[in-house]
């Protein structure tokens, strides 16, 4: 490229530019002879000037070829001229047209007293026909020879060379920059192969290296693939420890003890396996340190919430929620690792629960005591005389307990039907002042009492680890224990004072329900307290049937004899024109109508049962019978024409009264009375 750029810059105006395909050259486009380029330009002759080009270029062209690289590089080939590379001495001989001497073409120098001659004819013009020197200078020119010889040829004077002479300076100089520019890239060269050789050889070391990292990382997977399974079961991660040793008990506290428990398995595996590790020796006491600890803080986590459990006016139910329920796998772990810290522990929660429900069992009773209540006693009996009973009742009853019936079961069985209500706190049963019957308070009791059963029951199931049906029941009896007696107490405290037949049999069918729901929660533990609170009940209810038929029983005494009916109804016939009287009178009498209020009240709380071990059935078959009895004396007073009509129109209002109150037993009762009418109709 350099070349180019100084042959271009320097061609004559004269010459035809070079060709781009064709190589480039140092030598001249015309024929002249070189002269050396100085500073100061002295007058040569043309033999000495061509004997120092030829010198020059000689020079140069030996640099070229000579240039060796003696450096001990570890590359695999020498950078080495073309072949086909043609001597730029033999190139300019074939210019100027005379070859140069044998010995100067070999020694690539001429020696200072060789004396060129002249050639005796020069052409004056040359045409590349745009080849380059070294094309050029391998044209044949044997059949152009005579061409040449007939071109008009001069003798290049001195003076002509002396206008050219500036051409052929900068040509020389042009040819010594390209020799600078060849040895620097010859030192580029020479250096690109040592930083290539090094290259090399680091290469080579790289390779060696990767080879041995290679065979470590082999090694290194073999070992860590029999290593793996033994360093993940005997190790713990520092996180883990710092965490169960000092961080707060919370759901990160619970994952690191499950991986502490995991690690003590694997070790205690380990252990048990034929293979000895040593490393287990060095590991188990740390990891038994480590668990001692968790025991520890787990100990006094649960002892500060069974703490909690005795504060005043809290809710125990939201504390085994949150630090109980949410915490069980930590008595789980203590169980496993200290059965018998674990077991104090549990005897302090059953002891602080038997405490908990007693004593707000207690409040909650004493609350439900301040309600008010209707009173029921003998007076309320049916066959009791109704129009003495204003004058015998207390002063202090109020007036809506005297015209209240008692006998008449009204909306009172809604209560039944009270599927999804909750049990009233103790603050809304303080500020009740309405007049209930006894089957509210015993409804409110009971149901707070089997709804805090079953939450505790389950809690058990699921806090503690599973275990026997008999150990549960043992637990759950414990707490439960002075609560369900309690409540036997307080059932016995109302219905002993009261004849309340119906609100009897209201908290019978009360306790069957409580019954049910226990069996669909599946808590069998609360049977017993069932079963002792019908034990109450039903003796209770006896005891009132019986006391509504023995009143029954001495209001037919107490009807007048027929003898004594007669005379009466004569006596009132003489001193009145009406024929007919309260005693003469075919309407049904009022105790007929308590009576069919009080048996409709009776069988609509036994229409969904049709166990015959009941005693309702044989109580109403007695009562039944003493109404009759009643109703037949009764008839007795009556006119012998309306004796049956006034049968028939009680019996009639009884039938009426009953309607279609469903069950076994209404409809048994219902073809029992249409029977005794028919037969009177019929008489």
């Known amino acids: 490229m350099w070349l180019d750029r100084f042959s271009a810059n320097n061609t004559p105006s004269g010459s035809p530019p070079p060709s781009q395909n064709r190589s480039y050259s140092p030598a001249p486009r015309r024929s002249s002879q070189l002269a050396p380029g100085t500073s100061v330009r002295p007058s040569y002759n043309s033999r000495s000037s061509s004997a120092l080009l030829r010198v020059k270029a000689n020079a140069s062209t030996t640099s070229l070829n000579s240039a060796k690289v003696a450096h001990g590089s570890a590359l695999k080939q020498q950078i ?136 470590k990382l082999e090694n290194r997977k073999i070992v860590e693939k029999l290593l793996r399974p033994v360093i993940e079961d005997i190790c713990i991660a520092p996180v883990v420890v710092k965490t169960i040793s000092e961080g707060p008990i919370d759901i990160n506290w619970i994952k690191a003890l499950d991986e502490l428990e995991k690690r003590s398995k694997a070790i205690q595996n380990r252990i048990n396996g034929s293979e000895i590790i040593r490393a287990i020796s060095d590991v188990k006491p740390l990891l038994d340190d480590l668990t001692s600890k968790a025991v520890e803080r787990i100990r006094d986590f649960f002892v500060s919430r069974i703490k909690g459990l005795r504060s005043p006016n809290i809710n125990a139910q939201i504390i085994q929620q949150q630090s109980f329920l949410n915490y069980k796998d930590l008595y789980s772990f203590l169980a496993r690792h200290h059965s018998q810290l674990a077991e104090e522990i549990t005897q302090a929660y059953i002891n602080t629960m038997r405490w908990y429900y007693l004593n707000n069992f207690t409040r909650y009773r004493q609350a439900l005591e301040k309600i008010s209540l209707y009173t029921v006693d003998k007076q309320d009996a049916l066959g009791a005389d109704q129009t003495s009973q204003k004058n015998s009742r207390l002063p202090s009853v109020k007036a809506s307990q005297i015209s209240h019936d008692t006998l008449f079961i009204g909306r009172r069985m809604d209560i039944l039907r009270r599927t999804n209500q909750s049990a009233l706190t103790s603050y809304l049963v303080e500020e009740d ?87 669909r929660r599946k ?102 019978g003493e109404v009759e009895g009643f109703l037949t004396k009764a008839a007795r007073a009556v006119t012998t024409g309306r004796r049956e009509r006034f049968l028939a129109n009680n019996y009639s209002l009884l039938l009426t009264i009953l309607g279609d109150t469903p069950g076994r037993l209404a409809g048994d009762m219902r073809v029992y009375f249409e029977g005794i009418r028919e037969g009177v109709t019929g008489e």
Not at 132 to 140: G, I, Q, R, T
Not at 462 to 488: M, N, V
Not at 555 to 583: D, I
Request: charged share 20%.
């Open 80 to 215: 080495t001229p073309p072949a086909d590379l043609v001597d730029p001495l033999k190139a300019l001989a074939a210019v100027v047209g005379k070859p140069l001497p044998e010995e100067n073409l070999k020694n690539g120098s001429t020696q200072n007293n060789v004396e060129v001659k002249r050639p005796a004819r020069l052409i004056e013009d040359i045409e590349f026909s745009g080849l380059s020197l070294k094309e050029f200078a391998l044209v044949d020119f044997s059949d152009k020879q005579e061409t040449r010889v007939d071109s008009v040829t001069t003798v290049q004077t001195v003076e002509e060379y002396e206008k050219e002479k500036e051409k052929f300076e900068d040509l020389h100089r042009s040819i010594l920059a390209c020799d600078d520019v060849l040895r620097s890239v010859e030192v580029s060269l020479t250096s690109f192969q040592k930083d290539l050789g090094a290259v090399s050889a680091e290469i080579e070391t790289l390779q060696a290296r990767s080879a041995a990292l290679n065979t």
């Open 433 to 519: 002042k309405q007049i209930h019957y006894i089957e509210a308070p015993f409804f409110h009791f009971n149901l707070a009492l089997i709804d805090n059963a079953t939450f505790e029951y389950s809690f058990l199931t699921t806090f503690f680890p599973p275990s026997p049906i008999s150990t549960l029941s043992r637990k759950f009896t414990t707490i439960f224990a002075p609560t369900f007696a309690l409540g036997h107490a307080f059932t016995k405290s109302f219905i002993d004072i009261s004849n309340d037949c119906l609100g009897i049999l209201l908290c019978v069918r009360l306790n069957q329900h409580f019954a049910f729901e226990l069996q």
């Open 523 to 624: 808590i069998p533990v609360a049977d017993p307290y069932i079963n002792g609170t019908t034990m109450l009940l039903w003796p209770r209810f006896q005891l009132a049937m019986d006391m509504h038929t023995d009143s029954v029983r001495r209001a037919t005494v107490a009807l007048p004899s027929p003898s004594t009916s007669r005379a009466l109804a004569l006596a009132t016939s003489a001193t009145s024109n009406n024929s007919s009287s309260g005693q003469q009178s075919s309407a049904p009498h009022m105790l007929t109508q308590r009576f069919g209020h009080f048996l409709q009240g009776v069988l609509a709380l036994s229409a969904d049962t049709g166990d015959d071990s009941e005693p309702v059935g044989r109580s109403l078959e007695r009562l039944r």
